[in-house]
């Protein structure tokens, strides 16, 4: 019988016993939480694989958990991890697989996407894509289609582009609304000119969006 090996990235670390380690790996298969053995140790072989964010590669049983064996370590990602702007954006984007994906579900499309931040550049612009995707990706598609009327912003409540001949209050203004546009129809490699606090209420809306729509808290 062939091994089959997964690959994945570690989303949760958890002590487990006296000298083990629970790992939740997102994976393209759904969630594996994996039994590392005497990963506390610091003579263990998986005490450095097995750490928060590392992308891996294991012997899959295609369980929801089991014990952790022939696990490699793909990348830690030690670029992003020593920038803390960078490991917030990163943990983000975790946050939001541990919190809107079902464990016992496969989501390739969603992996991929998840693989393909973690290996690009702009992080902190990513993570915006990242989220917009997935909110997508999940039929909560945020709709940014104007008619051509001047518009004054998006309102959260009511799911839309707010025109400024209404009177509805706005959660983006006209600027915020291009640039998140802009961030929706391009992918990782492309550059749009998002400066850090536009970032930031860009995340914080985003946030907001999730809470509202689909009844799910995300830190900020």
Not at 51 to 74: G, R, T, V
Not at 77 to 93: L, N, Y
Request: glycine residues 4%; hydrophobic residues 40%; positive net charge.
């Amino acid at each position: 019988m062939v091994d089959k090996h997964l690959e994945g990235i570690i989303y949760k670390v958890q002590p487990y016993k006296e000298t083990s380690k629970l790992c939740f790996v997102f994976t393209s298969k759904g969630i594996r939480t994996l039994n590392a053995r005497g990963a506390q140790k610091i003579n263990s072989e998986y005490r450095v694989i097995t750490q928060y964010m590392n992308h891996i590669s294991f012997l899959d049983q295609e369980k929801s958990m089991f014990s952790l064996k022939k696990a490699k370590l793909i990348s830690s990602f030690d670029e992003i991890k020593k920038d803390f702007e960078k490991t917030k954006f990163a943990a983000f984007v975790l946050e939001l697989c541990s919190k809107l994906i079902l464990g016992n579900e496969s989501h390739s499309k969603i992996y991929d996407a998840l693989i393909n931040f973690f290996y690009s550049r702009d992080i902190s612009i990513n993570a915006l894509r990242f989220c917009i995707y997935l909110i997508k990706y999940l039929g909560y598609e945020i709709q940014i289609n104007p008619d051509g009327s001047p518009i004054k912003g998006f309102n959260i409540t009511l799911g839309r582009i707010i025109y400024a001949k209404e009177m509805e209050d706005t959660d983006l203004n006209i600027v915020e609304v291009t640039k998140l546009l802009q961030l929706k129809k391009t992918t990782y490699d492309k550059i749009v000119d998002i400066s850090e606090t536009e970032i930031q209420v860009m995340k914080d809306f985003l946030v907001k969006y999730i809470s509202y729509h689909i009844n799910v808290q995300i830190k900020t």
